[in-house]
């Protein structure tokens, strides 16, 4: 069953005659502004926030563990306060950790926030555009 536009000229007396539309002009074509080397920055820059926030940590975990299972004599050795070198290293582990966090809120509102947040404008512009079309 196929569906036939109708006619252009009135098949009862009682219409009214049809005026043609005039045609539209085209809608100008733009170029998206989103390209994909935006989105490769921002995986990079995302990339490079995670592996320093987590060698950040887990690097001084390793150092860490590293010292204790092959430098015993070091880690038993007193440090501040009578304090052994093992236990002050591993009092420090909870300030680095915070150090990582902190590194990490830190590259993410100055590198990967504003890329993204530059990504979303020029989505919202294309979806505008689109839109508009």
Known sequence: ????????????????????????????????????????ILRSAYRWQRRTATLTALGYFVLFLVLSAFAPGFMNGTSIAGMPAGVVLALVQLPVTWLAIALYEYTARHHVD???????????LDAKRGAAR
């Open 1 to 40: 069953m196929s569906y036939d536009p109708p006619p252009s000229y009135p098949t009862y007396p009682w219409q009214p005659r049809r005026t043609p539309e005039p045609p539209t002009p085209p809608a100008p074509v733009y170029a998206p502004l989103g390209r994909h080397s935006d989105l490769r």
């Open 114 to 124: 504003p890329i993204a947040d530059r990504i979303r404008e020029q989505a919202r």
